[in-house]
């Protein structure tokens, strides 16, 4: 993961995001896959499939980082 106040250029600096990462994330913030999954816009299903490992669409892997690389909240990204 990108240190705090990583600022990317293009989509192609960020190296995908892991199903390890995924958890990682959905742990820090203490949510279920299935809350997790729905503050991040996703279906319960797609949360399944990222944590089973399959690809992690870049838009959701970057929102994913700024919430933890800003250490933001529940509250303040829902």
Known sequence: MPPRGYHAKSASDYPPMTAAEYEAAR???????????????QSWRNGQRFQAGEPIPETVARLIRTIVNNRLSVDEVG
Do not use: K, Q, S, T
Request: charged fraction near 15%; aromatic fraction near 6%.
């Open 27 to 41: 742990e820090l913030l203490n949510l279920n896959g299935v809350n997790f999954a729905r503050l991040l816009g």
